[in-house]
């Protein structure tokens, strides 16, 4: 039994890694217009180490009441996810990055390729924590922060740097991330039930 699980395991885990590499191989040979390549590089140099996740975050702490908080909490899921994917999943998986000469990404494509193994995405990570944490705070973002952190993932496979499965990962890591931020940040903030009856207690 124990032989038939590991048997259908590793069979799945072989599949999900063929997908991976047919769907990374689709993108890099898709042909597109030479702006969007070059939007798309771009925009994966400018989320290297946080960057406009950062911007945006001082753009918010300029605000007081709930923009603030959901910068706060926003640097904080960023932090925790950097730790995350760089101290424990990229050294639990060492998935090598992709060979982009092999596949053909295109030379206008291309951004430096990192040092780093591939797995989980960090970029994707960061920017899906980012995402998360400040629309607890602030609804409205949502949409906004939740399609730049779409497209900065997408920009990562585009660019030849990673695996559509990278990505995703970097997301879920991303998301779980931010949600212990958030509820870590919430049971800091929220009245002690001591206190509560304490403040009772008079009037009672």
Same mark, same amino acid.
């Given at each position: 039994m124990t032989q038939r699980i590991r048997t259908v395991a590793d069979a799945a885990r072989a599949g999900a890694a063929s997908a991976d590499a047919a769907l990374y191989a689709?993108? =890099?040979?898709?042909?597109?217009?030479?702006?969007?390549?070059? !939007?798309?590089?771009?925009?994966?140099? %400018? =989320?290297?180490?946080?960057?406009?996740?950062? %911007?945006?975050?001082?753009?918010? %702490?300029?605000?007081?009441?709930?923009?603030?908080?959901?910068?706060v909490r926003g640097l904080a899921a960023i932090g925790l996810t950097s730790a995350s994917a760089n101290l424990l999943g990229k050294r639990l998986f060492s998935r090598r990055r992709p060979d982009w000469d092999m596949i053909g990404v295109p030379l206008r494509r291309r951004v430096r390729m990192p040092a780093s193994t591939a797995f989980p995405s960090g970029h994707s990570a960061s920017a899906a924590a980012f995402a998360v944490a400040v629309s607890s705070e602030v609804p409205a973002a949502a949409l906004p922060l939740g399609a730049l952190a779409a497209a900065v993932? *997408?920009?990562?496979?585009?660019?030849?740097?990673? *695996?559509?499965?990278?990505?995703? !990962?970097?997301?879920?890591?991303?998301? =779980?991330? =931010?949600? !212990?931020v958030i509820a870590a940040d919430r049971r800091r903030t929220r009245p002690s039930a001591g206190v509560s009856a304490g403040e009772a207690a008079p009037g009672s």
């Amino acid at each position: 039994m124990t032989q038939r699980i590991r048997t259908v395991a590793d069979a799945a885990r072989a599949g999900a890694a063929s997908a991976d590499a047919a769907l990374y191989a689709a993108v =890099a040979r898709s042909t597109g217009s030479s702006r969007l390549d070059e !939007a798309l590089s771009r925009l994966s140099n %400018a =989320a290297d180490h946080s960057k406009i996740s950062l %911007a945006i975050a001082a753009l918010l %702490a300029t605000r007081s009441g709930a923009p603030r908080r959901g910068a706060v909490r926003g640097l904080a899921a960023i932090g925790l996810t950097s730790a995350s994917a760089n101290l424990l999943g990229k050294r639990l998986f060492s998935r090598r990055r992709p060979d982009w000469d092999m596949i053909g990404v295109p030379l206008r494509r291309r951004v430096r390729m990192p040092a780093s193994t591939a797995f989980p995405s960090g970029h994707s990570a960061s920017a899906a924590a980012f995402a998360v944490a400040v629309s607890s705070e602030v609804p409205a973002a949502a949409l906004p922060l939740g399609a730049l952190a779409a497209a900065v993932g *997408y920009s990562r496979v585009h660019t030849g740097v990673h *695996y559509p499965g990278d990505v995703l !990962a970097g997301f879920a890591l991303g998301a =779980a991330c =931010a949600a !212990a931020v958030i509820a870590a940040d919430r049971r800091r903030t929220r009245p002690s039930a001591g206190v509560s009856a304490g403040e009772a207690a008079p009037g009672s």
